[in-house]
């Protein structure tokens, strides 16, 4: 089976959307063998954990608006999120000079529209950021790391955070922070993929 039809198996996308992202993976599965962009060991692997992980957050993205996502990597969730939510504006942070390449990369290659890849720390990069995003996501980053990063660019919008089975001990580890900060849990929404239980938590400031 070839990776667009496996992708068009798994995930609810159109044919143009299933392009694109085989058009993704392809190239990510390029550039994993010279750099290490993803841990997983196969193609397979990456479409079940990596793209089905991050389309879990396509309910809850506006149809218009800006989202900002912290750590970008290999662009899990970003951009699969960016293929079927193409009205959305992306600004994408990433630290590591190799990984920001990458990205910068794929998306000319994509010929995806309304998307920019920022290079360096969220601590150092504020002047480039939007003073208010619609959305900010964060994956593969300890939750109180996240929350502190995003707070500063967060007004009516909302947080995503993608975590694992322990989500709830997660939680209350942040429950002092998010108090303090004025933080609260919107929704979670629990899940399963290949490798386990899945949460992605929404957050609102009140």
Not at 32 to 49: F, H, M, P, T
Request: charged share 30%; glycine share 6%; with cysteine.
């Amino acid at each position: 089976m070839s990776i667009q039809e496996l992708i068009k198996k798994r995930a609810r996308v159109s044919e143009q959307e299933a392009q694109m992202l085989t058009i993704y993976l392809e190239e990510l599965w390029k550039w994993n063998q010279k750099i290490n962009l993803v841990g997983v060991s196969s193609i397979k692997r990456v479409i079940d954990e990596l793209l089905m992980d991050s389309l879990m957050a396509k309910e809850f993205l506006p149809e218009k608006g800006r989202l900002l996502d912290i750590g970008s990597g290999a662009g899990f969730p970003a951009i699969p999120l960016k293929v079927v939510k193409q009205e959305i504006i992306f600004h994408l942070v990433e630290a590591k000079a190799k990984k920001a390449a990458f990205l910068r990369h794929i998306i000319k290659k994509m010929g995806i529209k309304d998307i920019r890849v920022i290079e360096g720390r969220m601590e150092s990069i504020g002047d480039e950021l939007s003073p208010a995003y619609d959305v900010i996501t964060f994956r593969g980053i300890r939750l109180i790391s996240g929350l502190t990063l995003a707070c500063p660019y967060l007004q009516d919008g909302t947080i995503i955070s993608f975590q694992g089975a322990n989500f709830k001990a997660v939680l209350n580890e942040a429950r002092s922070f998010m108090k303090k900060n004025r933080i609260r849990t919107n929704k979670i929404k629990e899940y399963s993929i290949s490798r386990g239980k899945r949460a992605l938590i929404l957050f609102k400031r009140y």
